[in-house]
């Protein structure tokens, strides 16, 4: 079975501190694709990153950077020095065998000035 | 990007919605993902080149279509208190390494 958990329901922060969020999956396939959504208020999921399975370098994007690692099935998301802007639920997801996308309960994030 | 109308939506039990959504231009796939308050997403269908390509765990009151035009609908029959949520439009371009998805703002839908 494929499934995404996302064990941080909530978490708060003041604004400029480090927060990782934890993202854990389940799949049997050797090939498959990781994905991050950040969803503000106004309910749009906005595409983060995408991760292949066989490319496990780390990325980093400004003050975010995702780990991926194969060895304990986590593909986690840090914002550095993290802002009000970044107030937001972020959903991890698994790329399903239909093509559609397997998300995880999300994580809300929020930021305090 | 992908556009969704109506953004809110009333109805009653009973009746019929149809949802309507305008893909990236250029891309062949639209997806359908229905979200509770406070969960994340579910697949509906997904829709390739104007046929289905793959459904998750809804009833066929929960029916689409796919236009030529990069517009497709949901169409929900016969409306319960349960399928009052936030639904999602997703496009995406089908192909290896490029079926990221792209999701419009969505549709809120209140059945009282």
């Known amino acids: 079975a494929q499934k995404v958990t996302q064990a941080q329901t909530e978490i708060s922060v003041v604004e400029k501190e480090d927060v990782t969020l934890d993202c854990v999956y389940e799949?049997?396939?050797?090939?498959?694709?990781l994905f991050w959504y950040k969803q503000p208020p106004s309910g749009e999921l906005v595409f983060l990153i995408r991760?292949?399975?066989?490319?496990?370098q780390n990325e980093i994007s400004g003050r975010y950077s995702w780990n991926f690692q194969k060895s304990t099935s986590s593909f986690n998301f840090t914002i550095t020095a993290s802002q009000v802007v970044d107030s937001a639920v972020y959903f991890c997801?698994?790329?399903?065998?239909?093509?559609?996308?397997?998300f995880g309960k999300g994580t809300k994030l929020s930021v305090k000035p | 990007g992908v556009t969704q109308s109506p953004t809110h939506l009333i109805k009653t039990r009973g009746q019929q919605v149809t949802l309507r959504c305008s893909s990236q231009?250029?891309?062949?796939?639209v997806s359908w993902y229905q979200q509770a308050l406070g969960q994340g997403p579910q697949f509906i269908f997904q829709?390739?080149?104007?046929?289905?390509?793959g459904r998750g765990n809804f009833p066929p009151r929960f029916s689409g279509l796919q236009f030529p035009n990069d517009s497709s609908e949901l169409n929900v029959n016969a409306l319960e208190l349960d399928d009052s949520a936030l639904y999602l439009c997703?496009?995406?371009?089908?192909?290896?390494?490029?079926?990221?998805?792209?999701f419009g703002p969505g549709t809120r839908l209140t059945v009282l």
């Open positions: 997801a698994l790329r399903g065998s239909q093509g559609n996308l397997i």
């Open positions: 829709y390739y080149r104007e046929e289905e390509n």
């Open positions: 799949t049997r396939d050797t090939t498959y694709y």
């Open positions: 997703a496009s995406s371009l089908k192909g290896f390494y490029t079926d990221t998805q792209y």
């Open positions: 231009s250029g891309h062949n796939t």
């Open positions: 991760r292949n399975s066989f490319d496990e």
